[in-house]
């Protein structure tokens, strides 16, 4: 009913920069919180950076200052701008959304993940 779409992974050198995006689409009443989650391998899924409606931000100790959380209300959609990146930073990246359907049942959804591999 409601799906959240992402784009952007890839492969980057230490140093280098990514984009990622994630568009919330169908049958959408109210965006809430919005949120990137990674997973390392072996390592257990840890929250990166958090954004409210109202625009309030929150990062991992670990990525504040080399990455920025964004969203467009208009597009459904929210950003992560990942500068300054290192090999630590190379995890499958998961985009979540505190959402409301039409019918007004809040749900917490998840995107399908994006691999960030950061290799010299």
């Known amino acids: 009913q409601v799906q959240l779409v992402e784009s952007g992974g890839g492969l980057v050198h230490p140093g280098g920069s990514l984009r990622l995006s994630c568009a919330a689409s169908?049958?959408?009443?109210?965006?809430?919180?919005m949120a990137w989650y990674r997973q390392a391998p072996g390592k257990q899924r840890e929250l990166v950076a958090r954004i409210t409606k109202d625009g309030s931000t929150n990062y991992a100790d670990s990525v504040k200052g080399r990455f920025t959380i964004s969203r467009d209300n208009a597009k459904n959609t929210i950003y992560l701008q990942m500068n300054s990146l290192e090999p630590e930073d190379t995890a499958v990246y998961y985009c979540y959304g505190d959402i409301s359907d039409l019918g007004s049942h809040e749900y917490d959804y998840w995107g399908q993940g994006t691999q960030i591999t950061v290799s010299s």
């Open positions: 169908g049958n959408i009443f109210r965006i809430y919180d």
